[in-house]
């Protein structure tokens, strides 16, 4: 073979022998997709549990830190901030998983609408002609398909806003009716005046909500996320 046949490009020889046979029509439960198909199905659980071990530890340090902030006025209040930097801390993290976790299950997302939909409802049209490109193209050079602030927004709506939202409203609770001072100066950290405090909160509490709940173009593969999945439903019935 001659070496300008070996060498294209500076890329190996192509085979025609590789993959033969893998998306064959008659391919049983046996077949090396169906066990792609089992092996991205246990990786994508397996980040799915991450998340939510991260959201538990969330959950449990809120109701130390609330328990303790209203067991006794002699309490600092500045503990239930000091919480709050906790749990954004956990979102930060959870949004890093969440992006990795989209990619298994974007996989998994390609599988289900491109195979075994099809599979299953031959007379099914596929959108896309050149999705094995893609999903084949995704194995050999995985990429993030998400932002930060996408993961950080679809976290915080799913989970950590109705979090935030309670620890403000302990936080207001307890810096009010639960003080000794009266408002705002029942609010001071130290040094920092109890009006400095409330700005503080109100802002970060005002951003959470603005990247929460601000327009945007979803990236993410959740099947869950369209608008008219209720509406489908009720016509469905």
């Avoid at 094995?132 to 398909?145: F, H, I, K, T, V």
């Avoid at 989970?159 to 029942?186: C, D, E, K, M, Q």
């Amino acid at each position: 073979m001659p070496l300008g046949d070996e060498l294209r490009d500076g890329q190996a020889p192509l085979d025609e022998g590789v993959g033969r046979g893998l998306l064959d029509r008659d391919m049983g439960p046996s077949s090396a997709l169906a066990h792609l198909y089992r092996g991205e199905i246990h990786r994508m659980k397996l980040w799915r549990e991450r998340l939510d071990r991260t959201t538990n530890w969330a959950v449990l340090l809120i109701a130390a830190v609330l328990t303790w902030s209203f067991s006794s006025e002699a309490n600092p209040h500045y503990v239930i901030l000091v919480g709050a930097a906790a749990v954004a801390m956990f979102l930060f993290i959870e949004a890093r998983r969440y992006r990795a976790y989209d990619v298994w299950r974007s996989r998994v997302r390609t599988l289900q609408e491109r195979v075994w939909a099809v599979g299953l409802d031959p007379t099914m049209a596929v959108d896309e002609d050149d999705w094995r490109e893609q999903l084949a193209d995704n194995y050999r050079r995985p990429q993030l398909r998400i932002s930060t602030e996408e993961a950080i927004a679809h976290r915080l709506r799913r989970v950590y806003f109705p979090l935030f939202t309670i620890i403000a409203g302990a936080w207001l609770l307890r810096v009010t009716a639960f003080a000794g001072t009266p408002w705002p100066a029942s609010a001071a950290v130290g040094t920092i005046s109890g009006g400095l405090v409330t700005a503080v909160v109100a802002v970060l509490y005002g951003g959470a909500l603005v990247v929460c709940c601000r327009p945007r173009t979803w990236h993410t593969r959740g099947e869950l996320l369209a608008e008219n999945l209720r509406q489908n439903d009720t016509e469905r019935d």
